[in-house]
Each structure stands twice: as structure tokens, then as C-alpha cells.
């Protein structure tokens, strides 16, 4: 499975971004899709997850802000992201489970096993 994220950049406080992961491979493999991220001096963190039938689950620093999504079709997870922050700043990574990650809400990033090379998002304030 390849992973490759698109769409970061740098935006001003309270503008949107919305994330691409464009995913290929044994893509029926994947059960869940998440994304992460990591800002500079502080450990990766989950943003929000999907599963293939469709459940949604966030970190509440973004709950009502992002919104994920998936297009099975076009083996597609976005990050609609609203209402940017600072402290959002970080490069972004998708990434691709085979099974349901077990710890709630995103899961470990261990329980991962497939990793884009991230895209980084910047909100100026």
C-alpha cells in the first residue's frame, strides 16, 4: 500500500484546508484510514480515523473543525479543515490500518501500518 498526501500549505488563522491521501496497492487490505500529525518538539498525535464503513472518529482539539472522508472509489481520504488554528501547525500524515486500531478514538500510531510522508500544513496568526 502507497500513501501520498497533497493540499497542505500556508494559510492565515480561520481560513480552510482541505488534505488529499490518494492511496494504492492491496488497497482492499485497508480497514481504517487515519490521519495524524506532528508539530515541531512534540510527539505525533491523532487527528481523526474513518473505517471502511464509513465510522468517523476525531480528537476533540478538532471535533467540529475537520472533517474526514472517504471515497472507496477513488481510494481517496481528505481532511476537510475548517476554522484553522495555530496550533494546528504541523505536518500532516495519512495512514492505513488493516484492522480497526484498538485505542479509542484514532488509535495508536503503532497500530498503523502504512505511512504517506506527510504534508505540511502552516496557520499564520
Known amino acids: 500500500v502507497q500513501l501520498v498526501e497533497s493540499g497542505g500549505g500556508l494559510v492565515q488563522a480561520g481560513d480552510s484546508l482541505r488534505l488529499s491521501c490518494a492511496a494504492s496497492?492491496?488497497?482492499?487490505?485497508?480497514?481504517?484510514m487515519g490521519w495524524f500529525r506532528q508539530a515541531p518538539g512534540k510527539e505525533r498525535e491523532g487527528v481523526s480515523s474513518?473505517?471502511?464503513?464509513?465510522?468517523?472518529t476525531y480528537a476533540d482539539s478538532v471535533k467540529g473543525r475537520f472533517i474526514i472522508s472517504r471515497d472507496n472509489a477513488k481510494n481517496m481520504v481528505y481532511l476537510q479543515m475548517t476554522s484553522l488554528k495555530p496550533e494546528d501547525t504541523a505536518m500532516y500524515y495519512c495512514?492505513?490500518?488493516?484492522?480497526?486500531?484498538?485505542?479509542?478514538?484514532?488509535?495508536?500510531?503503532?497500530?498503523?501500518?502504512?505511512w504517506g510522508q506527510g504534508t505540511q500544513v502552516t496557520v499564520s496568526s
Open positions: 495512514a492505513a490500518a488493516l484492522s480497526m486500531p484498538g485505542a479509542w478514538p484514532i488509535g495508536l500510531d503503532g497500530e498503523y501500518d502504512y
Open positions: 496497492g492491496e488497497i482492499a487490505m485497508i480497514y481504517t
Open positions: 474513518i473505517s471502511k464503513n464509513g465510522l468517523a
